[in-house]
Structure formats: C-alpha cells, structure tokens
C-alpha cells in the first residue's frame, strides 16, 4: 500500500526520493537486527514472552466471579492510552450503559471529573488497576491515594486486596513499596519498556483481561506483524516502507503534520494513542536540530466537515494515513425514501450505511489525491483482538525505525520528565526544589 502514494500525486514522493533513502535506511535495519539481538528492544521481546500472559490471565482469573461494577484504569500517558485503544477498539461504544462490569479509564487529573466519578462510584463493586511504570507519576500517585483512603475507611485495610491491581516496575517506585507492604496483587513492567511502547505489556494486557478480551489473539496478531517486519528490504516491509515515506514526507517535502484519520469510531482511541507514540518518540532537539512530525487524530467521516476544507486546500503540509475499516460486524441498511418529497434521498435508499461511509472515505481521500495531498490507506480487514495486536506492532516498530532514521532517541522524553520534576518541585516533594525556577 506504501507505493500508491506517490503514484501520480503532484507534491507526492517518487521512487528516486525513495531510493536517495535506502542506503540509511538498510543501515537503521542493521541498528535494529543487532538491538533486537542485544535485547534492548523491549517492545519487542515482550510480545515474546509467554510468561506475562500468563501471568495476567492469573490475575483476571483471580476476579472471575466477583461481583464487580467497574473496571477503572488509573494511570496517564502511556500507562492509559493503550487500555483504552484496546477497550474502544473491541467493545461497542455503548458497553458501558448496557454491560457489567463497565470500564473507565480516568488518565486526567480534573478534579471536577474525579470527584464526580467517586460521587458515582460504588467502591465495594469496584477494581482499581494503577498503572505507572515508574510508580511515582504525581497524577496517578494523587488519584491512587484518593480511592485507597476511601477503599480503606469504607472497607477496611483487609478489603485492599480485592479492590487494587498494581502494574509497575519490579523493583522502583513507591507503588512497588506499596505492593510489597500491602500484599496486593500485581505484574511487572520490564524495567527497558518505555510507556508508549507498554501496549502489549500487563500495561494493556492487564485491564484488557479483566474484560475478557482475547490477549492471546491480541499478541498473537502482534507476533504476525513482527514476522512481517522482519525482512531487510526496505519496500516489502511494512513498518519501515510506511515509516520512510513519512520521514521523506517532513524532512524532505515539507510536511512535517502528520494527519491518521480513523474512519471508524473504534479506532479513534488508536488514533489517540498513535499520536502519543509518535510526538514522544520523534519530538526531540539534538544538538540544535529540531526533529518531530505533529501527529493529529481526526475522525472519519465527522471531520470531512470539520477538517477536510484546511487538509485540502489550505497549506500543503500534511501526510495523511486513513486507518479504513473493510468490514464490520454489524451494518444498517438504508430503506427507500418513498414519500415524493424525498425524491432527492432516493440514491441512498437500498444501500447499506456502511457503503456510504466508505463511499465517503474514497470521496475524501481522491479529493485530496486530486489536490497534491499525499494520503495513504491502512486497512484492517476487520478490528478485532488479532489485527489491532499487529497494528500496533506496526507502528511501535516504524516510530522505532523513523526515530533513528531522524537520528533521535526514540525511547527517551526529556521534556515530559522535566515537567514531571518541575511539578514535583512546585508540590514540596523533597529534592526537587531546584525545578521551582518562575516564581
Ligand atoms: O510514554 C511515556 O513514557 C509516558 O507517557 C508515560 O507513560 C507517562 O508519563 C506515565 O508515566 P508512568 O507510567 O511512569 O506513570
């Protein structure tokens, strides 16, 4: 699907801007061969390891037949991004008015949605899963020890094992103390995996088996794609063929806004989550070069009348990626507009919604084609456990490939821990008074 890019797309990329490429780009595979063989790609190796999902599917099994209400991710960033991918991905959108145990992940700090969701809440019907990899992120820290004082005085001390989950480091952070000294449960998060790259992890895997997804098929899909990727040329492989035209696309055609429309409401979430993976991975300042795509989510077929007018004719400075759905589980068919009056409806009646919508995405993608707007189309067959596994795969490994064709590290985020430490400063946490800089 890469090479219909360029194909006939004024402003687009010829093969000559690819082949310019290749040489880096076979040197960045050999980068990754010899990591992957030294063990320092952890998104990798953990979609390799059996042991965490059985460890996970433990823990589920452990809640089985609880009563329970409500499932609630606490974490932020790439500690929440990924569940929630995963829970807009493969329940309906409408799950939680009808189904129990509902599913809310609370990745923000906003104290007038928090304490209207503890207003809601009832405590002794509900299972915290906290999430930090580092165990000391102030906005999980705080909402952690909101419900734990409140489980607590509720419930008792006794209670805290069946109302708390911890996915953290094996070793660091104050959530690990926590766990050592409460004997809740818990699952570890590799000390090499960075958040945004944690998807297939406990960090997903946990909150997606206390669903009763299927994270078998959901790793499964991940290791297909892996296979995929494993092969050196360039054009053939996925994540590196679609990472390549988007870093010739910034560094070389001037589009440094990266646009991933999901048409499909399930896969907005993935669009949230992609856009989390690539500015913390590729933003970055070396030396004094400044490096990083803007990655925006938009959502088919809302944002045609809210996005598409800019897209097409505004600047040109944009690559955008439809992540198209080819089937669905469900569709609608649209009756025939009898009354008179509806005569000029007649052309939709007999058909079925879902060809409309992808009539649109078509639409949407040739109007900008015709503009010089290079798009690109990803296409699940249909979402469910086994291709959003490979999804994000894909783009964990392309992020990985593009970052060290930039020449950046993808796996540090200076900038995020600098305002971590900042706001550590700005609450009195001990240490961090030299971060108070602006009063
Ligand atoms: O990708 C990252 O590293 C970040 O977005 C983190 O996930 C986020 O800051 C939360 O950190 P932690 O999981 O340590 O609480």
């Given at each position: 699907y890469?090479?219909?890019?360029?194909v006939?797309?004024?402003d687009?990329?010829?093969?000559?801007?690819?082949?310019?490429?290749?040489p880096e780009a076979?040197?960045?595979?050999?980068?990754?061969l010899?990591?992957?063989?030294?063990?320092?790609l952890?998104?990798w190796?953990?979609?390799?390891?059996?042991?965490?999902?059985?460890?996970?599917?433990?823990i589920?099994?452990?809640?089985?037949?609880?009563?329970?209400?409500?499932?609630?991710?606490?974490g932020i960033g790439?500690?929440?991004?990924?569940?929630?991918?995963l829970?807009?991905?493969?329940v309906?959108?409408?799950?939680?008015?009808?189904?129990?145990?509902?599913?809310?992940?609370?990745?923000?700090?906003?104290?007038?949605t928090?304490?209207?969701?503890l207003?809601?809440?009832?405590?002794?019907r509900?299972?915290?899963v906290?999430?930090?990899?580092?165990?000391?992120?102030?906005?999980?820290?705080?909402?952690?020890?909101?419900?734990?004082?409140?489980?607590?005085?509720?419930?008792?001390?006794?209670?805290?094992?069946?109302?708390?989950?911890?996915?953290?480091?094996?070793?660091?952070?104050?959530?690990?103390?926590w766990?050592?000294e409460?004997?809740?449960?818990s699952?570890?998060i590799?000390p090499?995996?960075?958040?945004?790259?944690?998807?297939?992890?406990?960090?997903?895997?946990v909150?997606?088996?206390?669903?009763g997804?299927?994270?078998?098929?959901?790793?499964?899909?991940?290791?297909?794609?892996?296979?995929?990727?494993?092969?050196a040329?360039?054009i053939?492989?996925?994540?590196?063929c679609?990472g390549?035209y988007?870093?010739?696309?910034?560094?070389?055609?001037?589009?440094?806004?990266?646009v991933?429309?999901?048409?499909?409401d399930?896969?907005y979430?993935?669009?949230?989550?992609?856009?989390q993976?690539?500015?913390?991975?590729?933003?970055?300042?070396v030396?004094e070069?400044?490096?990083g795509p803007?990655?925006?989510?938009?959502?088919?077929?809302?944002?045609?009348?809210?996005?598409l007018?800019?897209?097409?004719?505004g600047?040109n400075?944009?690559i955008i990626?439809?992540?198209?759905?080819?089937?669905?589980?469900?569709?609608?068919?649209?009756?025939?507009?009898?009354?008179?009056?509806?005569?000029?409806?007649?052309?939709?009646?007999?058909?079925?919604?879902?060809?409309?919508?992808?009539?649109?995405?078509?639409?949407?993608?040739?109007?900008?084609?015709?503009?010089?707007?290079?798009?690109?189309?990803?296409?699940?067959?249909q979402v469910?456990?086994y291709?959003?596994?490979?999804?994000?795969?894909?783009?964990?490994?392309?992020?990985?490939?593009?970052g060290?064709?930039y020449?950046?590290?993808?796996?540090?985020q200076?900038?995020?821990?600098?305002?971590?430490?900042?706001?550590?400063?700005?609450m009195?946490?001990?240490g961090?008074?030299e971060f108070?800089?602006?009063?």
């Amino acid at each position: 699907y890469c090479r219909a890019l360029a194909v006939g797309v004024q402003d687009g990329i010829a093969d000559e801007d690819v082949e310019r490429w290749l040489p880096e780009a076979r040197k960045v595979h050999e980068r990754i061969l010899k990591e992957r063989e030294s063990g320092l790609l952890a998104f990798w190796d953990i979609i390799e390891d059996e042991k965490v999902e059985e460890r996970v599917l433990e823990i589920a099994e452990h809640f089985k037949g609880r009563l329970v209400d409500n499932i609630v991710v606490l974490g932020i960033g790439g500690s929440a991004l990924g569940a929630q991918a995963l829970f807009d991905a493969l329940v309906s959108p409408f799950y939680n008015l009808t189904t129990r145990p509902r599913f809310f992940v609370l990745d923000n700090i906003d104290p007038l949605t928090f304490s209207q969701f503890l207003d809601m809440v009832d405590l002794g019907r509900t299972v915290f899963v906290v999430i930090s990899k580092s165990g000391t992120t102030a906005e999980t820290l705080s909402q952690f020890l909101i419900v734990k004082e409140r489980v607590v005085s509720l419930l008792g001390r006794e209670a805290l094992k069946k109302h708390f989950v911890v996915v953290t480091d094996p070793d660091k952070g104050v959530l690990r103390s926590w766990v050592r000294e409460s004997g809740v449960l818990s699952c570890d998060i590799p000390p090499g995996l960075g958040g945004r790259f944690s998807v297939l992890s406990a960090v997903g895997l946990v909150p997606a088996a206390l669903l009763g997804l299927d994270i078998r098929e959901l790793r499964e899909g991940a290791r297909a794609m892996a296979a995929l990727c494993e092969t050196a040329s360039v054009i053939e492989n996925p994540a590196y063929c679609n990472g390549l035209y988007h870093v010739i696309a910034d560094l070389d055609k001037g589009k440094n806004i990266h646009v991933y429309w999901a048409y499909s409401d399930s896969l907005y979430s993935f669009a949230d989550w992609l856009r989390q993976l690539i500015a913390e991975s590729l933003g970055k300042k070396v030396g004094e070069k400044l490096y990083g795509p803007t990655p925006v989510k938009a959502r088919g077929v809302t944002d045609q009348h809210s996005q598409l007018q800019l897209y097409r004719e505004g600047p040109n400075n944009k690559i955008i990626t439809f992540i198209g759905v080819k089937s669905w589980p469900a569709d609608v068919d649209i009756p025939p507009a009898e009354e008179e009056s509806l005569a000029d409806a007649g052309y939709l009646g007999g058909k079925k919604m879902g060809e409309l919508f992808h009539a649109e995405q078509r639409a949407t993608a040739w109007a900008l084609a015709e503009a010089g707007r290079p798009n690109i189309t990803l296409w699940f067959p249909q979402v469910t456990p086994y291709t959003i596994g490979q999804a994000f795969f894909l783009y964990e490994l392309q992020t990985v490939f593009m970052g060290y064709l930039y020449g950046v590290n993808p796996f540090d985020q200076p900038g995020v821990e600098l305002s971590k430490k900042m706001t550590y400063g700005l609450m009195g946490r001990k240490g961090f008074e030299e971060f108070v800089r602006y009063l």
